[in-house]
């Protein structure tokens, strides 16, 4: 009967353990990092000259590479980063209010980095050159402010902002910090929309730039990693 018991114990002990090592918990929300999607290796168009901060409209080729599918959330983030905070039950939300330099050592102790400029936007943009992540016109239906970075809901809800790979989430939701350097500056990509800028900060060429130790409550980050 000991014997028995000691067996459970055991078991009991490595199931806890074996629990522990693979989930980081934060609140409710199970904290694994991001699925990724391969883009493969070819040509696409980048860019689209609409606005100062806008590249000129050129063909790029990449080698084959991995993005994140979804923005990195809250849970997420802090599975590596105990001290972040956030309000309760917003585990599952992307995450913003962090630096560059925060964003970038993220992804660097999951063996990832931040992604190039030109290959965030093939992810969003796909092989036909895409004008927002799901086509080339704007839903007829107003965007939701529940989708505008500053009022969060869960990573991959909006089931209509998918791009060509599968990516969710690059149209809506929070602007993402990039690997580039421009003056200085970090270009950042993606959008954000809620009822009085409709869709126009949506499209998978915009970009802005930004100093690296700014915090957003609207700025995020996904990762990529080399293949």
């Not at 997420?76 to 105990?82: I, N, Y």
């Not at 602007?175 to 929309?193: A, F, N, S, Y």
Request: proline letters at 7%; a neutral charge.
């Amino acid at each position: 009967m000991t014997g028995r018991l000691n067996i459970h114990r055991r078991a009991v002990l490595l199931f806890a353990y074996c629990f522990l090592a693979g989930w980081v918990l934060t609140g409710s929300e199970k904290a694994w990092p991001s699925p990724m999607a391969e883009i493969p290796a070819g040509e696409f168009t980048i860019g689209e000259a609409v606005s100062e901060n806008s590249l000129e409209k050129r063909t790029v080729n990449l080698e084959a590479f991995f993005m994140d599918t979804h923005e990195v959330t809250n849970a997420e983030f802090s599975g590596q980063f105990p001290q972040h905070t956030f309000y309760p039950g917003a585990e599952p939300h992307p995450v913003s209010l962090v630096t560059w330099d925060e964003a970038r050592q993220y992804c660097a102790l999951l063996g990832k980095r931040l992604p190039s400029e030109a290959e965030w936007e093939k992810s969003a943009r796909g092989p036909e050159g895409r004008i927002y992540p799901w086509g080339n016109k704007a839903p007829r239906k107003k965007p939701h402010p529940y989708y505008s970075g500053l009022i969060k809901r869960r990573v991959g809800l909006n089931r209509n902002d998918i791009s060509y790979y599968g990516l969710n989430d690059m149209a809506g939701s929070v602007w993402e910090w990039t690997g580039e350097q421009v003056d200085g500056k970090i270009v950042v990509r993606g959008g954000l929309w809620n009822l009085h800028l409709d869709y126009e900060y949506s499209k998978t060429f915009e970009r802005n730039l930004l100093d690296p130790d700014r915090r957003f409550p609207f700025l995020g980050f996904r990762c990529a990693r080399s293949k």
